[in-house]
């Protein structure tokens, strides 16, 4: 944990002092300890004299301790601080080269705790619970390693203690975790039942399973304390037995103490040090102990922060090349997640300033071809190029200005309607906004909020309804201006006013613009210049819309059941069953 | 939701919070019998110290070796008493807390399964998930580890310090100095903790907001050539955290790592030693006396460090419990105190009026309306119209603000909620399919239904043929060895509400584009659904509705037309001019 801890922090170098520091300290109090055997002795031999000579050795072992906590302390804190702030940059700093296609929901939800809590976490270590730790270690090594130099039965009989507590410790973590898989498992699962719950409500209540409760909420949180309460129970002996062994080792050192006195072979005063220093012992131990659970969180944070860190980016040209136009070409492309092949050894070339619709089942890989073009990912085979230029040969901000994306995850940013909108190009005109506002009919949003273009969007836009939201993202993606403009139809036009929307935006943009649109409107994929029919992750048919259906193949049975879904109506037709 | 700076003109104050003390009501037994033990433990646990003196005074004096002995067995049962004591201690509180958890987590489950519908809207699954899994989890030390901990600090301090005064008064009084000014330093750091704490808190909030920002936005930022902007938002609010904190602290640090001085084990050591070196110097004290000062003086300190140890984790905790007892002080829905039961299936709505709140736009104005029986009525209007409002409402999500809703002649709100789901069902647009059998989802409505209704349920809504392709047909489960597509898992809501078989069903017929390509056999299901029942339709595209038999036309919450699709064709309003833009649009389809 340290060398990884070292790694973490802003000044390796401070770090390593204020841990030396927190050793030194550690090692000063064991002396300072110790000392209580000579100035005892002298007491008890009535030598008033020696006793105020070796209380004034203790005083300064105290003062030494004393300026020597502080500064470390002091140090460490320092330490903490500047490496949450070094933290924090380097997270930051990696998140924004981290590839786009690395961001998928799950990924989303851990990380913003490793770039948040996480850092409070990590800095935990430094500044408290390393100490602790150390001097747990160090203070009973240093009065074991003295105590030997004085009576060597002794000090045997205390340090003997520690092997057994420590095997015991290590048995009765093992027995711990054996039952933890279960109880992590229950605690997931009941999670995972009560995120269910709550988004789920709305049907639940509907089908009255509120009212005497979801059973399958209630039998993961039941599981869930049979799992603690398991856990407990094999807990306990391994508690119990540490507990005893610590205590026992104190019992032996009193009954080896006694039968060594009994016998009057033992200095007195090395004898009643020992069992006071005894109990001083244990006690680090019992802290440290008592602090594993922090340390154990402290240590998760760590591995994540370190496993992100050393996430691989991809790769940046050494010099970037810019296309010389619009054209997308998919050389032989093959790509997939892990061993799941999305993209099969694709390959197709959409000219400059056309529009191409890409239809398929979900699953074909429609969004899969759209994110490659903006380089979510590197292919595993084959190339992705835009105006002949790679795209791997293109450095990010330079193919980021070549592409705009209108996906269905678009995010709004906390801020008002303008910023967000802004966000594409702060430097655009006013004229400029509101083209692009009467375009996508965002201005109609914006004349019926009272703050209009300064209305706040609120987190991630949940102020906004979902079409709302979806004309900002649009405004926004028209304002880039980007060459390569790819579309997702999907989220849109859940009712004729956005299917407008979608409509005018596409016309405005056609010839201008190289088009590729993951289309789903009748209308959007007859109109396009070439239509590719995916399936399966291979290019199944391409061609025009006539040619298409003349061909008779699988686009032809596609667009027959589209079209009798489009004239759908609702009647009473069925029977119940 | 219900905002605290409203100033109710309700005279009798409404508390806004279950305390800590009710929350913990069911395991108060058990803690109270805990602390009993921990205090027999804390006094045994004072004996060995004194033994250790003990055996130290008769090694100094006449090394009676039987009495040695006798000294020996009775540290030796001390201990085992206070093992045994801490042990039964803990083992009660940790039992109590698997329990106490289990409990909570029931009665907030419950609790907000009686909220009105909107507070789900307003606390997302993390924040539930946070406050049944989380919280409850944090408030683990309260009821683990606080009571007795302070028990056992609180035991051990005074018994010893009684004890010591009784051996030597002034001696007494040395030990005391640490621990005196160990208790004061520790009480100037927290002075004005709480106003810090909430800075603090607040600072630490904006940082998992900005990160959360950060993280969520990346990719949309990345695309805009903007990376920039929102790294510099997290990195203004991590560095401000940083500064905040750091602000906050420094001021402390001297006179924390002050008291951690004071309160060492040395410094108590050198203390009194040295005092008992000058009292025996001035004849005033045996060095037998001194032996149990070491001791005992020494053990002192220690649970103060402990408790300065958990005193973090009881902040959270308590602040855990705050956010759960303020969860359960929130207003249920309320119940029927005389429930009826509606004998008729009509469903009107009269003078409707509705907001989402106090200070909310009115988003259904003065609306009056009938269902009838066995009939089909389509309400439209633009976006923002109200009309999902009003479907809402029908199934009480809500209860509306002004007016009533009647089933059967009996307001919603008199029915109880098994009686109102019984007649009233809804198929909305995006679907809620928890994670289980196909079968379990298709009964949730009735977990006895069997086996043959769910499949013939399946079979009227189009999916059974999908469903027997599965390895596990009817017992897959969905979420883990199955995924369904958007159209897919439309119709398997569609025949769980075949199973429900309400006589009233409100459908939102927004399914368009979730998949495509089984939109025709999304709607083929919904055919089936209209069949004997009186269908209400949240209608977005005017084409599939011309059939209905009331169309209701909805305008900033207010209805402006009623009447079939050939009547209104005819009034030439809202309506009429609706269908010709569609129309345009269809058009364009060639």
């Given at each position: 944990?340290l060398?990884?801890?070292a790694?973490?922090v802003?000044?390796p170098?401070?770090?390593?002092?204020?841990?030396?520091?927190m050793?030194?300290?550690?090692i000063l109090?064991g002396?300072g300890?110790?000392?209580l055997?000579?100035?005892?002795?002298?007491?008890i031999?009535?030598d008033?004299?020696?006793a105020a000579?070796?209380l004034l050795?203790m005083v300064?072992a105290?003062?030494?301790f004393?300026?020597?906590?502080?500064?470390?302390?002091?140090?460490?804190?320092?330490?903490?601080?500047?490496?949450g702030?070094?933290l924090?940059g380097r997270?930051g700093?990696?998140?924004s080269?981290?590839?786009?296609?690395?961001?998928d929901?799950?990924?989303?939800?851990?990380?913003?705790r490793?770039t948040?809590?996480?850092?409070?976490?990590?800095m935990?270590?430094p500044?408290?619970?390393?100490r602790?730790v150390?001097?747990?270690?160090t203070t009973?090594?240093v009065?074991?390693?003295?105590?030997f130099?004085?009576d060597w039965?002794?000090?045997?009989?205390m340090?003997?203690?520690?092997?057994?507590?420590w095997v015991?410790?290590?048995?009765a973590s093992n027995r711990?975790?054996?039952?933890?898989?279960?109880t992590h498992?229950?605690?997931a699962?009941?999670?995972?039942r009560v995120?269910?719950f709550a988004?789920?409500?709305a049907?639940?209540?509907?089908c009255?399973?509120?009212?005497?409760?979801?059973?399958?909420?209630?039998?993961?949180l039941v599981?869930?304390?049979?799992?603690g309460?398991k856990?407990?129970v094999?807990?306990v002996p391994?508690l119990i037995?540490?507990?005893?062994?610590?205590?026992?080792?104190?019992v032996a050192?009193?009954?080896?103490?006694?039968t060594i006195?009994?016998?009057?072979s033992v200095d007195?005063?090395?004898?009643?040090?020992?069992l006071?220093?005894?109990?001083?012992?244990i006690?680090p131990l019992?802290?440290a102990?008592d602090?594993s659970g922090?340390?154990?969180?402290?240590e998760?944070?760590?591995?994540?922060?370190e496993t992100?860190?050393?996430?691989p980016v991809?790769p940046?040209p050494a010099?970037?090349?810019?296309?010389?136009d619009?054209?997308?070409t998919?050389?032989?492309?093959s790509?997939?997640?892990?061993?799941d092949?999305?993209i099969?050894e694709?390959s197709f070339?959409?000219?400059?300033?056309?529009?191409v619709a890409l239809?398929?089942?979900s699953g074909s890989g429609?969004?899969?071809?759209?994110?490659?073009i903006?380089?979510?990912?590197?292919t595993d085979e084959g190339?992705?190029?835009?105006g002949g230029v790679d795209?791997r040969?293109?450095?990010?901000?330079?193919?980021?200005?070549?592409v705009?994306?209108?996906f269905?995850d678009n995010?709004?940013?906390?801020?008002?309607?303008?910023?967000n909108v802004l966000?594409a190009?702060?430097e655009?005109l006013r004229?400029d906004?509101?083209?692009v506002?009467a375009?996508?009919r965002?201005?109609?949003?914006?004349?019926?909020l009272?703050?209009g273009?300064?209305s706040?969007?609120?987190?991630?836009?949940?102020?906004?309804?979902?079409?709302?939201r979806?004309?900002v993202?649009?405004a926004?993606?028209l304002?880039k201006?980007a060459?390569v403009?790819l579309?997702?139809?999907?989220?849109?036009?859940?009712?004729?006013a956005?299917e407008?929307?979608?409509q005018?935006?596409i016309?405005?943009l056609r010839g201008k613009?190289?088009?590729?649109?993951?289309?789903?409107?009748?209308?959007?994929?007859a109109?396009a210049d070439?239509i590719l029919?995916?399936?399966?992750?291979r290019i199944?048919?391409r061609g025009?819309?006539?040619d298409?259906l003349?061909?008779?193949?699988r686009?032809?049975?596609?667009w027959?059941?589209?079209?009798r879904a489009?004239?759908w109506r609702l009647?009473?037709?069925?029977a119940m069953? | 939701?219900a905002?605290?700076d409203e100033s109710?003109v309700d005279?009798?104050?409404?508390p806004?919070?279950?305390g800590l003390g009710?929350l913990?009501?069911?395991?108060r037994?058990?803690?109270?019998?805990a602390?009993?033990?921990?205090?027999?433990?804390?006094?045994?646990?004072?004996?060995?110290?004194?033994?250790?003196a003990?055996i130290?005074r008769?090694l100094?004096g006449d090394r009676?070796s039987?009495?040695l002995w006798?000294?020996?067995?009775?540290?030796a049962?001390?201990?085992?008493?206070?093992v045994?004591?801490?042990?039964?201690?803990?083992?009660?509180?940790h039992?109590a807390?698997?329990?106490?958890?289990?409990?909570i987590?029931?009665?907030?489950?419950e609790?907000?399964?009686?909220?009105p519908?909107?507070?789900?809207?307003d606390n997302d699954?993390g924040?539930?998930n946070?406050?049944?899994?989380?919280?409850?989890?944090?408030?683990h030390?309260?009821?683990?580890h606080?009571?007795?901990?302070?028990?056992n600090?609180?035991v051990?301090?005074?018994?010893s310090i009684?004890?010591?005064?009784?051996?030597?008064w002034r001696?007494a009084?040395?030990?005391?100095i640490?621990?005196v000014a160990?208790?004061?330093l520790?009480?100037?750091?927290?002075s004005?903790?709480?106003?810090?704490m909430?800075?603090?808190n607040?600072?630490?909030?904006?940082?998992?907001t900005?990160?959360?920002?950060?993280v969520?936005?990346?990719?949309?930022v990345?695309?805009?050539?903007?990376?920039?902007r929102?790294?510099?938002r997290?990195k203004t609010?991590?560095?401000?955290?940083i500064q905040s904190?750091?602000d906050?602290?420094?001021g402390l640090?001297?006179?924390a790592s002050?008291?951690?001085?004071?309160?060492s084990p040395?410094t108590?050591?050198t203390l009194?030693?040295?005092?008992?070196?000058?009292?025996?110097d001035?004849g005033?004290?045996?060095?037998a006396?001194i032996?149990?000062?070491?001791?005992l003086g020494l053990?002192?300190?220690?649970p103060?460090?402990?408790l300065g140890f958990a005193g973090?984790?009881?902040?959270?905790?308590?602040?855990?419990?705050?956010r759960?007892?303020?969860?359960?002080?929130?207003?249920?829905l309320p119940?029927?105190?005389?429930?009826?039961i509606?004998l008729?299936?009509?469903l009107r709505?009269?003078g409707?009026?509705?907001?989402?709140g106090p200070?909310e736009?009115v988003?259904?104005d003065?609306v009056?309306?009938?269902f009838?029986?066995?009939?089909?009525t389509?309400?439209?209007?633009a976006s923002?119209?109200?009309?999902?409002t009003l479907?809402?409402?029908?199934?009480?999500?809500?209860d509306?603000?002004?007016g009533?809703i009647?089933?059967?002649?009996?307001?919603l709100?008199?029915i109880?909620s098994?009686?109102?789901?019984?007649?009233v069902?809804?198929?909305f647009?995006?679907?809620?399919?928890?994670?289980?059998?196909?079968a379990?989802n298709?009964?949730?409505a009735?977990?006895?239904?069997?086996q043959?209704?769910v499949e013939?349920?399946?079979q009227?809504?189009?999916?059974?043929?999908r469903?027997?392709e599965l390895?596990?047909?009817y017992e897959s489960?969905i979420?883990?060895n199955?995924?369904?597509s958007g159209?897919e898992r439309?119709?398997?809501?569609?025949a769980?509400a075949?199973?429900?078989?309400p006589p009233?069903l409100?459908?939102?017929?927004?399914?368009?584009?979730?998949d495509?390509?089984?939109e025709?056999a999304?709607q083929?299901?919904?055919?089936t659904l209209?069949?004997?029942?009186?269908l209400i339709?949240?209608?977005h595209?005017?084409s599939t509705i011309t059939?209905?038999d009331q169309?209701v036309?909805?305008?900033?919450?207010?209805?402006v037309e009623?009447?079939?699709h050939?009547?209104l064709l005819?009034?030439?309003g809202?309506?009429?001019?609706?269908?010709?833009?569609d129309a345009r649009?269809?058009?364009e389809?060639?």
């Amino acid at each position: 944990m340290l060398r990884s801890l070292a790694k973490l922090v802003a000044d390796p170098t401070a770090f390593r002092s204020s841990v030396a520091g927190m050793v030194a300290t550690a090692i000063l109090q064991g002396i300072g300890f110790v000392l209580l055997v000579p100035v005892l002795r002298a007491l008890i031999e009535g030598d008033n004299g020696r006793a105020a000579w070796w209380l004034l050795a203790m005083v300064l072992a105290l003062v030494v301790f004393g300026v020597l906590r502080h500064v470390s302390q002091i140090q460490a804190y320092h330490t903490a601080i500047d490496g949450g702030r070094a933290l924090f940059g380097r997270l930051g700093d990696k998140v924004s080269t981290l590839p786009l296609g690395w961001f998928d929901s799950d990924r989303v939800g851990s990380l913003s705790r490793i770039t948040g809590q996480g850092v409070i976490d990590v800095m935990g270590v430094p500044a408290h619970l390393l100490r602790a730790v150390v001097t747990a270690v160090t203070t009973p090594v240093v009065v074991a390693v003295i105590m030997f130099a004085f009576d060597w039965r002794l000090a045997l009989a205390m340090v003997l203690a520690l092997p057994v507590a420590w095997v015991v410790l290590r048995w009765a973590s093992n027995r711990t975790q054996r039952s933890e898989h279960r109880t992590h498992h229950a605690s997931a699962e009941a999670t995972s039942r009560v995120v269910e719950f709550a988004q789920t409500q709305a049907v639940l209540r509907s089908c009255g399973r509120t009212v005497d409760g979801f059973a399958m909420l209630d039998d993961a949180l039941v599981e869930r304390r049979n799992a603690g309460r398991k856990l407990m129970v094999n807990a306990v002996p391994g508690l119990i037995g540490f507990s005893a062994v610590v205590q026992a080792a104190f019992v032996a050192l009193l009954v080896v103490g006694t039968t060594i006195a009994v016998g009057g072979s033992v200095d007195v005063p090395e004898l009643v040090a020992v069992l006071i220093l005894a109990v001083r012992f244990i006690e680090p131990l019992i802290l440290a102990s008592d602090i594993s659970g922090a340390i154990k969180i402290a240590e998760n944070a760590i591995d994540r922060a370190e496993t992100l860190l050393e996430t691989p980016v991809l790769p940046e040209p050494a010099s970037s090349t810019r296309p010389t136009d619009a054209s997308v070409t998919f050389d032989d492309v093959s790509f997939g997640y892990g061993d799941d092949i999305v993209i099969d050894e694709a390959s197709f070339t959409i000219a400059a300033g056309s529009m191409v619709a890409l239809v398929g089942p979900s699953g074909s890989g429609k969004t899969t071809i759209a994110r490659l073009i903006a380089r979510f990912w590197d292919t595993d085979e084959g190339t992705v190029a835009i105006g002949g230029v790679d795209v791997r040969d293109m450095s990010t901000t330079d193919l980021m200005e070549q592409v705009s994306i209108v996906f269905q995850d678009n995010y709004l940013f906390a801020g008002t309607i303008e910023e967000n909108v802004l966000l594409a190009r702060p430097e655009a005109l006013r004229a400029d906004l509101e083209r692009v506002a009467a375009l996508t009919r965002l201005d109609e949003v914006i004349e019926r909020l009272p703050a209009g273009w300064e209305s706040p969007v609120g987190d991630g836009g949940t102020r906004l309804s979902g079409g709302e939201r979806q004309r900002v993202t649009l405004a926004r993606a028209l304002l880039k201006d980007a060459p390569v403009i790819l579309l997702d139809e999907a989220t849109a036009a859940i009712d004729p006013a956005n299917e407008q929307v979608i409509q005018a935006a596409i016309d405005s943009l056609r010839g201008k613009h190289t088009l590729i649109v993951i289309a789903h409107r009748l209308s959007t994929i007859a109109s396009a210049d070439e239509i590719l029919v995916l399936d399966d992750g291979r290019i199944a048919e391409r061609g025009g819309h006539e040619d298409l259906l003349a061909a008779g193949g699988r686009y032809a049975s596609f667009w027959h059941q589209r079209d009798r879904a489009s004239g759908w109506r609702l009647e009473r037709s069925g029977a119940m069953p | 939701m219900a905002t605290t700076d409203e100033s109710d003109v309700d005279s009798k104050p409404e508390p806004d919070q279950i305390g800590l003390g009710e929350l913990l009501a069911p395991v108060r037994n058990q803690l109270i019998l805990a602390c009993v033990f921990q205090a027999i433990g804390a006094l045994a646990g004072i004996v060995p110290f004194i033994a250790v003196a003990e055996i130290g005074r008769e090694l100094l004096g006449d090394r009676d070796s039987d009495r040695l002995w006798t000294i020996v067995i009775i540290a030796a049962v001390a201990l085992a008493i206070r093992v045994g004591c801490f042990f039964a201690a803990a083992g009660i509180t940790h039992f109590a807390d698997n329990d106490f958890q289990l409990a909570i987590r029931r009665r907030i489950a419950e609790h907000l399964g009686r909220l009105p519908l909107g507070w789900f809207d307003d606390n997302d699954a993390g924040t539930v998930n946070k406050l049944i899994a989380d919280d409850v989890s944090a408030m683990h030390p309260i009821v683990g580890h606080t009571f007795i901990d302070i028990t056992n600090t609180v035991v051990t301090a005074i018994a010893s310090i009684i004890y010591l005064f009784v051996i030597d008064w002034r001696m007494a009084l040395v030990v005391l100095i640490p621990f005196v000014a160990g208790i004061f330093l520790y009480a100037k750091q927290m002075s004005g903790y709480g106003e810090k704490m909430e800075q603090y808190n607040q600072s630490m909030a904006d940082v998992n907001t900005a990160s959360i920002e950060f993280v969520q936005g990346i990719a949309v930022v990345k695309t805009f050539g903007q990376t920039g902007r929102a790294h510099k938002r997290y990195k203004t609010s991590t560095d401000s955290f940083i500064q905040s904190f750091w602000d906050w602290v420094k001021g402390l640090l001297n006179i924390a790592s002050l008291s951690d001085i004071v309160l060492s084990p040395l410094t108590t050591l050198t203390l009194v030693l040295g005092a008992s070196a000058w009292f025996i110097d001035r004849g005033t004290l045996e060095v037998a006396d001194i032996l149990v000062f070491l001791s005992l003086g020494l053990a002192l300190t220690m649970p103060i460090l402990t408790l300065g140890f958990a005193g973090n984790e009881v902040q959270l905790a308590s602040a855990a419990a705050g956010r759960i007892g303020r969860a359960l002080a929130e207003k249920p829905l309320p119940q029927p105190t005389d429930p009826q039961i509606p004998l008729e299936d009509d469903l009107r709505l009269e003078g409707v009026t509705f907001s989402y709140g106090p200070d909310e736009p009115v988003v259904l104005d003065d609306v009056s309306l009938a269902f009838e029986p066995d009939t089909v009525t389509a309400i439209v209007g633009a976006s923002g119209s109200g009309k999902t409002t009003l479907g809402r409402l029908l199934c009480r999500f809500w209860d509306p603000t002004g007016g009533s809703i009647r089933l059967g002649g009996v307001d919603l709100r008199d029915i109880e909620s098994e009686e109102l789901y019984a007649r009233v069902g809804f198929v909305f647009q995006n679907v809620q399919l928890i994670r289980g059998t196909i079968a379990d989802n298709i009964r949730l409505a009735d977990p006895e239904a069997p086996q043959s209704q769910v499949e013939a349920a399946a079979q009227a809504a189009q999916i059974h043929d999908r469903v027997m392709e599965l390895p596990d047909g009817y017992e897959s489960v969905i979420g883990e060895n199955v995924s369904l597509s958007g159209g897919e898992r439309q119709r398997l809501s569609i025949a769980r509400a075949l199973i429900a078989n309400p006589p009233i069903l409100v459908l939102d017929e927004a399914t368009a584009f979730a998949d495509p390509e089984s939109e025709a056999a999304v709607q083929d299901a919904l055919s089936t659904l209209v069949a004997g029942r009186t269908l209400i339709v949240i209608a977005h595209r005017l084409s599939t509705i011309t059939q209905a038999d009331q169309i209701v036309v909805l305008d900033e919450g207010r209805v402006v037309e009623t009447g079939t699709h050939a009547d209104l064709l005819d009034a030439g309003g809202t309506y009429q001019k609706q269908w010709a833009a569609d129309a345009r649009v269809t058009a364009e389809v060639g």
